[in-house]
């Protein structure tokens, strides 16, 4: 871990990064601390107004503070894109550890069912998730989840079908060890690497799921703040009142980036490969 | 690279000549017509490109007074009785000449269960149509409602069709043949819709475009930026903001106030909202006028039961004093409803139209005296499903208002009316509503109404909020461009392009 | 050899497409309101009667099994069915609105690897230096914003500079290119910086994985001239799994340019598949699925098959 760190060190855009990260963890801890506002508060004072020193992103539709949503929509926001990528990691490890190593008739069963998964538009299965089950944060992170669990599976699968044929997975196999135990002792940590990685950038693709759905009119019920749900509602005034939407824009934008700035450089450090 | 500059100059040549030719008007609509078949068509994108290419017998002037239209003339020759007179020498798109026979086999195939026409419903005391004199068309009724059923004569499910056109099996879903301004030219689904001008339209000289092509635009900023780039000429605006947008040297904006109103409606059989008092209280305790600011940004009006548009039947809705915000008598009513520390509820929207922000502008009022309200965020079509079985505390939505008081307020309010999903049932309002229908004496009439809406703002199944305007910007080269208040285009006929 | 594989490929991709066209027709027809509901919408003009009948019409009174199993079967005469709700044959529809989306995604997969091959090799060769930040910064941009925002804030700079542009209004290329290729610009920029980033992240690394082997160290240290190895040897190696990314990347963007086509206003098959699920419009909705992910099959063989050509020692199995 602490080598990881000192290597990913060595590049300023990896620190940086990281460091945006660390804000937007503390941000997501407590929100309260920098939000200057109650998020929810409608103040006719501040309708529509530009951004000011009173109020840093200007003020949205309702005079509510732009910037204390955008800190408590990054607070949701990542709740949820992380918590949607766990469910998929989980679900979507599980599925491709059980596939690649036990191969054969269940490989071919649970590979052609995340196949139909990737060959239909996933916002579309977001939506009738959501449509079906109702729109609220849970149903959401379900709904996000279950869209990024064939990455996920296909990913893991590939890992272990390659690790399946290596010298101490067969030696555990003769020594009468498990299969269960054969994948969560010998194959998964082995996989580790790649799922940190695709678990950084997954996130980052997640937070912009969460916007298009946002746009659609199938986020988080109002008035809950998510920055992907402040702009997909905005984007109706980019042209008269851009702060409402540039700024949470802006936030997403860099903490995207950062993710998956941070994402290339672990795969950089992680990589066998790339590392001689 | 010589090439790059030949294809640049092709381009820049291409686009000058593209450029504003006189007497083409580009659109930029939201939403496209689902159907074309006007008996059938419900969507108001339909009708806004059906009533320029077909015409009714009536239709209605600038101030929404009903005025003769392939009629030439119409009377109401008692309550049970209209007869309208057949104006001669119109032509349908296809050449055929407009008879009686195709008014008649168009309210037969209107009235024909088979059709399932939404309009059917408004016709079901029509016990007879027959042509009389040989050009006019007399319409008996059973019950005296004949005033009340005129303005459906105007409307775009009344269209009258071809007769030989439709029994040649054209599938008018599809395709079209009217006798209004502009024939339908081109529909590419998703993209445009184009009208020509129809040369032999029945007034003379009319229409003065050439050609309309409707551009379908789901996006605000796409419209506005279309029109401000020059690639519009007119263009829907839905966010009133976006008219900050439009400098005045630039654009004309046409602003009109419309029937339609925002409601909150209430399931009057569920909870604490089941008390009359309980609604009353929401009544008390929503700033209308503060939701007129947030969400229309002051292009709309605070509406009672009727629309104050329609001045002859509207009572005010500062003579109601339900309407004042009041959040100290809203406490009180709910005390004494018992609910002193208020209670929880469900609010339906859904994205379209802005319910969600009227939604969260209400749920911040409540708030303010206690009362919890979770907005339920679904998709449109579960939304409809809602709606259509009752599965709600209460919703937002925008409702169609109506000319006649009568046509707005049986559907709504009598007890199993067609849209009455609040499932409220008052046999006081049942008797005064059937008074109200068959009562010919229009002063007599405006009382029982006035009775209604004061029943009505007390009872509260639907908390009445406010009525946006229609909103729609030109660019400079167009002329004579209007709407109406049921948000109708047909002025489109009257428009023209420099 | 080849042909066989193909087919066998296809017959395997059978059950996908099948089990994806069941699953749709399962969610669409369990989510709350139905065609007719939606039609009626907030009005109620029909009797129970009436309604009932609709249904009947319709073919939506049968048990959803057999409703599918009508609908599988109509699929061996090619028969895809009309749209309930304007009558026109979902063939028909297909062969409007698919042309623009395969322009829309050719087009964006043209700008994302005009812009990620370049950047990706300039940042593998320059690894870690300044320049190699700099461009992967910029290469992200494009795939770190929602794709709408970036469209909106697109169409909002260009509607305002250049005013005589053509932005709106899609014409088909056959009728007029050059209108044709002003309204496509933005819409295919904004999707092409989006996929651009991961071209540019597959180059990087396929180059890095390379430019690190032993042969190439050799002839490095051998004094080959630089650039020249880079163009012959490493590039033609790095971009086979390129290839495949953009094989995938297509398949993502014919089924993914909802959001685009709503916001540039352009009649492509992702609007329609979305307006069709407001709508539920069953058969349009079957009939889409069913295209897209046939479409996707065929691409994955097609990339498959793009390889052996690309490194003649990949074998078809």
Redesign the interface.
């Known amino acids: 871990m602490l080598k990881i760190l000192r290597r990913l060190a060595r590049n300023p855009l990896y620190v940086i990064s990281l460091l945006l990260l660390l804000v937007v963890v503390l941000i997501t801890l407590f929100p309260g601390l920098f939000a200057p506002y109650d998020p929810y508060k409608m103040d006719v004072e501040a309708f529509m107004s530009w951004p000011s020193w009173k109020h840093l992103f200007g003020g949205d539709q309702f005079g509510r503070d732009v910037f204390s949503r955008a800190m408590f929509g990054v607070q949701k926001s990542m709740i949820i894109a992380s918590s949607a990528i766990a469910i998929s990691a989980l679900i979507g490890t599980m599925l491709g550890l059980i596939s690649g190593y036990l191969s054969g008739a269940t490989d071919l069963v649970i590979m052609r069912i995340m196949d139909s998964f990737f060959a239909f538009p996933s916002l579309i299965l977001a939506l009738f998730i959501i449509a079906l089950f109702g729109s609220n944060m849970v149903n959401l992170v379900f709904a996000i989840g279950l869209v990024y669990v064939p990455i996920f599976a296909r990913t893991v699968r590939g890992a272990a079908l390659s690790l399946r044929e290596s010298l101490y997975v067969k030696a555990s196999r003769a020594l009468g060890k498990k299969s269960l135990s054969i994948m969560l002792t010998d194959i998964l940590p082995n996989v580790s690497s790649v799922l940190i990685v695709t678990f950084t950038t997954n996130v980052s693709t997640a937070l912009l799921t969460e916007a298009s759905l946002g746009f659609l009119g199938l986020g988080v019920p109002p008035p809950e703040p998510t920055l992907g749900g402040m702009v997909g509602q905005g984007t109706a005034f980019l042209l008269s009142a851009p702060w409402v939407v540039l700024f949470p824009g802006l936030v997403i934008a860099l903490i995207v980036l950062s993710l998956n700035i941070l994402g290339d450089g672990l795969r950089d450090i992680l990589d066998p490969r790339i590392n001689r | 690279m010589k090439r790059f500059f030949q294809?640049l100059v092709?381009?820049?040549l291409?686009?000058?000549l593209?450029?504003g030719s006189p007497g083409k008007l580009?659109m930029?609509i939201e939403t496209e017509p689902?159907?074309l078949d006007p008996t059938l068509v419900?969507?108001f994108a339909s009708h806004r490109v059906l009533e320029n290419v077909y015409d009714g017998l009536l239709r209605y002037d600038e101030s929404m007074n009903l005025v003769p239209n392939l009629a030439e003339s119409f009377e109401v020759v008692d309550p049970y009785t209209i007869l309208f007179k057949l104006r001669d020498g119109v032509k349908f798109h296809s050449g055929d000449p407009l008879t009686s026979e195709d008014v008649i086999f168009t309210f037969e195939r209107l009235m024909n269960?088979?059709t399932?026409?939404?309009?059917?419903?408004y016709y079901k005391e029509v016990s007879s149509i027959k042509v009389v004199d040989g050009n006019k068309i007399e319409f008996k009724l059973t019950i005296p409602m004949a005033a009340s059923l005129l303005p459906n004569f105007a409307g775009v499910n009344s269209s009258i069709l071809s007769k030989k056109f439709v029994e040649s099996g054209a599938?008018l879903?599809?395709s079209a043949n009217g006798t209004g301004p502009f024939e339908l030219a081109d529909y590419?689904?998703?993209?445009?819709i184009t009208l020509k001008r129809n040369t032999e339209y029945f007034i003379e000289g009319l229409p003065y475009l050439d050609e309309i092509?409707m551009?379908?635009?789901?996006?605000?900023?796409?419209r506005?930026?279309?029109l401000?780039?020059?690639?519009?000429d007119l263009a829907r605006i839905?966010?009133p903001?976006?008219?900050?947008?439009l400098p005045t040297d630039r654009f004309k904006i046409h602003r009109n106030a419309v029937l339609s109103y925002y409601l909150l409606g209430i399931n009057t059989t569920r909870g604490p909202l089941s008390n009359p008092k309980v609604r009353n209280a929401l009544n008390y305790a929503i700033n209308r006028e503060?939701i007129v600011?947030?969400?229309a940004f002051d292009e709309g009006a605070v509406t009672g039961p009727l629309n104050p548009e329609l001045e002859f039947w509207a009572m005010k809705p500062s003579q109601f004093s339900e309407y004042t915000y009041n959040p100290a008598k809203a406490r009180e009513l709910l005390t004494e409803a018992g609910y002193p520390n208020g209670f929880e509820f469900e609010i339906v929207a859904?994205?379209?139209y802005s319910f969600?922000?009227v939604?969260?502008?209400i749920?911040?009022q409540l708030a303010e005296v206690g009362v919890r309200a979770k907005?339920?965020?679904?998709?449109?079509?579960?939304?409809?499903?809602?709606?259509?079985e009752s599965d709600f505390d209460s919703f937002i939505?925008l409702?169609s208002g109506s000319i006649d008081p009568d046509i707005q307020f049986n559907?709504t309010f009598h007890t199993g009316g067609?849209?009455n999903v609040f499932l409220y049932s008052n046999p006081e309002v049942d008797a005064l509503l059937d008074r109200g229908r068959s009562e010919a004496d229009i002063n007599e009439r405006q009382k029982i109404y006035n009775q209604l809406q004061k029943i009505l703002v007390t009872e509260s199944p639907i908390i009445f909020l406010y009525s946006a305007n229609t909103l729609f910007a030109t660019n400079n080269s167009v002329e004579g461009f209007r709407s109406l208040a049921n948000e109708s285009l047909i002025f489109l006929r009257e428009t023209s392009k420099k | 050899m080849e042909f066989g594989y193909i087919i066998r490929r296809l017959l395997s991709a059978v059950p996908t497409v099948l089990l994806v066209t069941f699953m749709v027709f399962l969610a669409i027809h369990l989510v709350p309101g139905d065609v007719v509901d939606i039609m009626l919408g907030t009005q109620n003009y029909l009797t129970q009667d009436q309604i009932e009948e609709l249904y009947r019409e319709y073919g939506l009174d049968k048990p959803l099994i057999v409703q599918y199993g009508i609908w599988v079967k109509n699929l061996f005469t090619f028969n895809l069915g009309t749209s309930l709700r304007t009558g026109k044959s979902v063939t028909e529809l297909l062969g409007e609105r698919f042309p623009v989306t395969l322009e829309l995604a050719v087009f964006s997969l043209f700008f994302a690897l005009v812009i990620g091959i370049p950047l990706g090799i300039i940042s593998a060769v320059k690894r870690n230096s300044f320049i190699d930040n700099v461009v992967r910064v910029i290469g992200l941009i494009g795939l770190s914003s929602p794709s709408f925002w970036v469209g909106a804030i697109l169409i909002v700079l260009f509607s305002g500079v250049f005013e005589n542009f053509n932005l709106f209004g899609y014409v088909s290329m056959s009728s007029n290119l050059i209108d044709n290729l002003q309204v496509m610009l933005l819409p295919s920029l904004t999707l092409g910086l989006m996929v651009s980033a991961q071209i540019l992240r597959m180059t990087r690394t396929s180059m890095l994985d390379i430019l690190t082997q032993d042969y190439v160290r050799t002839a490095r240290a051998k004094g080959v001239n630089s650039r020249n190895l880079i163009m012959k040897h490493v590039l033609k190696n790095a971009l086979i799994p390129v290839v495949t990314l953009s094989g995938i990347q297509l398949g993502y963007l014919l089924g993914g340019t909802i959001v685009i086509e709503n916001m540039f206003a352009l009649p492509g098959m992702g609007r329609l598949l979305l307006q069709v699920v407001n709508e539920r419009d069953y058969p349009v909705v079957q009939g889409i699925v069913l295209f897209i992910g046939v479409l996707i099959v065929l691409l994955n063989i097609l990339v498959d098959i793009l390889y052996t050509v690309i490194d003649p020692r990949v074998e078809l199995r």
Do not use: C, H
């Open positions: 294809i092709l381009a820049l291409a686009v000058t593209l450029a580009v930029a689902v159907g419900t969507a269960p088979d399932k026409a939404p309009a059917a419903t599938n879903q599809l590419v689904a998703g993209n445009y092509k551009m379908i635009m789901p996006e605000e900023v796409t506005v930026s279309a401000r780039n020059g690639d519009v839905n966010e903001l976006s008219l900050n947008q503060m600011k947030l969400v859904s994205q379209r969600d922000k939604a969260q502008v749920q911040a907005i339920n965020l679904v998709e449109w079509g579960i939304f409809i499903s809602k709606w259509r939505s409702n559907r067609s849209t």
